[in-house]
């Protein structure tokens, strides 16, 4: 570099993070350089000055990134009360928390953590009385807890465990083989996994991976061509065999499963839809596959083969799903035949015993579970211990054991074994948490949107509330991909309750609680509908009393991210505080990078001129206005998320920053380190919700534990 290109770009750097004071604000940030770039969308003229914070890696971005964080963490630190909320964190989260156990080759399988260390471990036991012996414990991957484990598959005879690292919570990730009898790790090593299934096959397993990345564009060039290869122990990645590819669509995903007798192989497709193609052959490295599924509109999912049938669920004329048998010589959509057929409830998994079909539902965005035998014949209810959600069904074919895990919002996740003759669930493993959960109660109460649709809405607080508009409240939506929220703890979430705040979780249309047809209403350009639900629910709970506006706070993150920026824009005047966190903010670039061309089947595309004006006309990103008093905004990023890049939320706090001109902090919190949340350390967690409630008590006026 010579000495002029070194002055040029330290003039650049100086520019880009100058300080900017405005007379009406409490803040000074950082004045971020604008560029004269402009698109033209169908005879429309877009800017996009700050195009250039789309390079992650340029020593101008990064300065940038340091120039905000010093503002945010200099305010964020510099409140009084923020270490005490830090400190209770700290201890109401040290407590074990376990995982069910599976059987997997003749061995139990489960992760703990002992309550503060930064990864789960994992866990192996030899029977249910044994001692739990450590088989991988993260934590020693890395010094800081960044290296996180993001997969895992056990060979059918016990003997090997394919184990994935993710470093920094990107969606990349590397392989790595375990003797699970030795603890040894062997010397296969694979690189650049992404969006990967593992299935074992003989010697060996399938993987899905892209090639080798461009060097400095790794967390933000578009993914494309993805392959889908086979390891065979004991050799290196050069010598894999390359499985399968379609150069004629690029962006699609291929991943493989394979039956548990070893017999079928299975291969699914997937692309910019909320469906998939499956297909299968016999298993072996000749002859082609044959079709069972063809049509992306729909989801379909292979569970099992039993007596040479393929056990699958479907949407597929069935909006809320049903489970269907395949029969292989026969296998097109006219000849499957119904084994659950679709009900009134959204089936949302169906695990399979020996003779037993567990399958869960999902009734007004809470779970049910039910058992049938193989003939599709109901047998019982399990009898669940409230209003919750069903997870981590665990059964094999191998024995008789059966677990389960229940969560509710006041109800920490318990892991429950089951005994199907008796049909009695008892605790295997339960929490113990300092926190008095007696104290609080969880209702589901159903409101009307704007267009006259009832949206349910779970609320959740301390007994005895006054409904008097004046307590703190904090509401939570996504609402797409036909991602259903149902009822979860958060340990970070009793910081909130008990210094009195309610917290409300909306199911909008544009997730999953009610079928395909939910999903679709609030997709593309019915997208609208989404923020309407949430503007509803804020409305609802003012109107009811709950709360106010200058109590109100809102979150999401990732889709709930573009919620949030999207209502902001639209309703200003309704909040106090919005979170929006690793937000999709530009909805005219989104599909441009890494990931993001899968989400038009969502979202659309501003390739279409139909899509391109809804896409403009909601996009948080471009809808910032002048002269319009916001509410305090906490955006939050990481420089590893490469999902939903960082720059979507570098333009859009830049663009709010120089349009915003009252006293309210629009401020942005970058982490390091981290990615789109997977896999991040508990001390990283616990430092972004001490910063996030600090931050929405400060700006609400509230002192927590000021009793």
């Not at 040290?94 to 994992?122: A, I, S």
């Not at 191998?398 to 089951?418: C, L, R």
Request: glycine residues 6%; charged residues 20%; contains cysteine.
């Amino acid at each position: 570099m010579n000495k002029l290109t070194a002055i040029l770009i330290l003039m650049a750097i100086v520019s880009a993070c100058k300080p900017k004071t405005d007379s009406n604000s409490a803040l000074t940030y950082p004045e971020t350089k604008k560029v004269d770039t402009v698109d033209v969308y169908f005879g429309v003229s877009v800017p996009d000055p700050y195009r250039w914070l789309e390079n992650d890696t340029s020593a101008e971005t990064a300065a940038w990134v340091k120039a905000q964080n010093d503002v945010t963490f200099s305010y964020l630190n510099a409140i009084p009360f923020r270490e005490k909320i830090k400190n209770r964190l700290t201890e109401i989260w040290n407590f074990e928390k376990y995982t069910t156990p599976f059987f997997k080759g003749g061995r139990y399988f489960f992760f703990k953590n002992d309550g503060l260390q930064n990864q789960y471990v994992m866990y192996v036991m030899d029977s249910l009385n044994a001692e739990p012996k450590v088989l991988l414990d993260p934590n020693k991957l890395s010094t800081d807890g960044t290296k996180s484990l993001s997969g895992t598959a056990i060979s059918k005879d016990g003997k090997y465990m394919i184990y994935s690292v993710s470093t920094g919570g990107s969606d990349w990730s590397e392989l790595f083989v375990l003797n699970i009898e030795t603890g040894e790790t062997l010397t296969d090593h694979i690189e650049w996994v992404k969006f990967s299934d593992l299935a074992w096959y003989k010697n060996g397993f399938f993987y899905s991976s892209y090639d080798k990345p461009t060097a400095g564009a790794e967390l933000s060039n578009i993914n494309e061509y993805h392959k889908v290869f086979y390891h065979q122990l004991g050799t290196s990645q050069a010598d894999d065999k390359l499985f399968y590819e379609n150069k004629n669509f690029p962006q699609r995903l291929y991943n493989m499963s394979v039956s548990e007798n070893e017999e079928y192989f299975f291969l699914y497709e997937m692309e910019a839809s909320e469906g998939n193609m499956v297909s299968f052959k016999k298993a072996g490295f000749t002859g082609n596959f044959t079709l069972i599924a063809d049509n992306m509109d729909f989801s379909h999912g292979i569970i099992d083969v039993i007596d040479n049938k393929f056990i699958m669920q479907t949407n597929e004329n069935a909006p809320k799903y049903r489970l269907v048998e395949v029969n292989p010589s026969a296998c097109t959509a006219e000849n499957w035949k119904d084994i659950l057929p679709e009900k009134e409830n959204v089936l949302e998994s169906v695990e399979i015993t020996t003779d037993k079909f567990f399958a869960t539902y999902m009734q007004d965005a809470h779970s049910k579970l039910e058992v049938y035998n193989l003939k599709g014949e109901y047998l019982q209810d399990v009898v669940l211990p409230t209003l919750g959600t069903v997870s981590e069904f665990s059964a094999s074919k191998e024995n008789s054991d059966i677990f389960y895990s229940f969560t509710s919002y006041t109800y920490p996740s318990v892991v429950f074994k089951y005994n199907v003759e008796e049909n009695v669930s008892t605790v295997y493993r339960e929490p113990k948490i300092n926190f008095d959960f007696s104290q609080y109660e969880t209702k589901q109460v159903f409101y009307t949107s704007k267009d006259g649709t009832k949206i349910p809405m779970f609320i959740v607080h301390k007994k005895g509330l006054e409904l008097n508009g004046n307590n703190p409240t904090l509401l939570y939506g996504y609402g797409g991909f036909n991602v259903s929220l149902t009822p979860s703890f958060s340990t970070s979430r009793l910081i909130w309750l008990e210094n009195g705040g309610v917290f409300a979780v909306a199911n909008l249309r544009g997730g999953g609680e009610y079928g395909k047809e939910w999903h679709e209403a609030g997709q593309q350009l019915n997208k609208q509908n989404v923020f309407d639900d949430f503007i509803a629910a804020a409305e609802f709970l003012i109107a009811e009393k709950y709360t106010s506006s200058s109590k109100l706070a809102i979150q999401g993150g990732s889709n709930g991210g573009l919620l949030i920026g999207a209502v902001t824009n639209q309703r200003p005047e309704l909040f106090r505080v919005a979170l929006p966190q690793v937000g999709v903010m530009d909805m005219l670039r989104f599909h441009k990078f890494t990931i993001g061309w899968a989400w038009t089947g969502d979202y659309g595309s501003s390739d279409d001129e139909v899509q391109f004006k809804n896409l403009f006309a909601i996009s948080p990103l471009h809808n910032i206005k002048e002269n319009v008093e916001y509410p305090a905004v906490l955006v939050t990023t990481a420089d590893h998320d490469d999902r939903v890049v960082p720059a979507h939320s570098f333009k859009y706090i830049a663009t709010l920053q120089e349009k915003y001109k009252g006293a309210n902090p629009v401020m942005i919190r970058i982490d390091t380190m981290a990615g789109h949340g997977a896999g991040k350390p508990t001390d990283k967690i616990i430092e972004e919700h001490a910063d996030t409630y600090s931050f929405i008590f400060k700006n609400m006026g509230i002192t927590p534990y000021n009793q």
